[in-house]
């Protein structure tokens, strides 16, 4: 191997031309926020991460899909045409179950969604950034997220 090749393997990859402006939410800010806001506080959470990587082209379609499957997953069982997956839920485990069924769907969209922006959240801790009160703007989002579901519901029980 020569000296110039030695060289270039030493240099280091991120720079700061490379790195996200600002830090997306950490992964467990994330969670906690789905799992206390429900499955719109997934999908504010997520869209905050994406506006602060600026990264709505590439994450525009995959802000849309996961919100359609999120909400045919949560909201479809309250409608007649979830009738058998709600009774079935509600044979299973009794009076709690559409909220773990909310509880189950909304945790496993919160992975994807971390999941979604490992490698940003990685280079975003190599360069040292971090999100500035997170909990505090998590915290904002879980209040939204519940009067938005409160709206939703109502919304869904009018139309049935």
């Known amino acids: 191997m020569s000296d ?4 270039r393997l030493l240099q280091p990859s991120l720079d700061h031309a490379q790195a996200p402006a ?32 600026d990264r709505w082209r590439e994450d525009a379609w995959f802000l849309a899909v996961l919100a359609v499957a999120l909400f045919g997953a949560v909201y479809l069982p309250q409608t007649p045409f979830g009738a058998p997956v709600r009774h079935w839920w509600l044979d299973l485990l009794g009076s709690g179950a ?16 971390i999941h979604r922006h490992r490698r940003q959240r990685r280079a975003a801790d190599l360069m040292g950034l971090s999100v500035e009160r997170p909990f505090l703007s998590c915290a904002l989002i879980v209040v939204a997220a519940i009067i938005g579901s ?3 519901s109502a919304a869904i029980k009018g139309l049935i």
């Open 150 to 152: 409160f709206v939703v």
């Open 98 to 113: 559409m909220r773990i069924w909310t509880t189950l769907w909304t945790s496993l969209a919160a992975l994807v969604a």
């Open 22 to 53: 600002r830090a997306p939410y950490s992964a467990s800010a994330q969670f906690l926020t789905g799992f206390f806001g429900g499955p719109l506080a997934v999908l504010f959470c997520f869209g905050a991460s994406v506006h602060r990587l």
């Open 4 to 7: 110039a090749s030695i060289e």
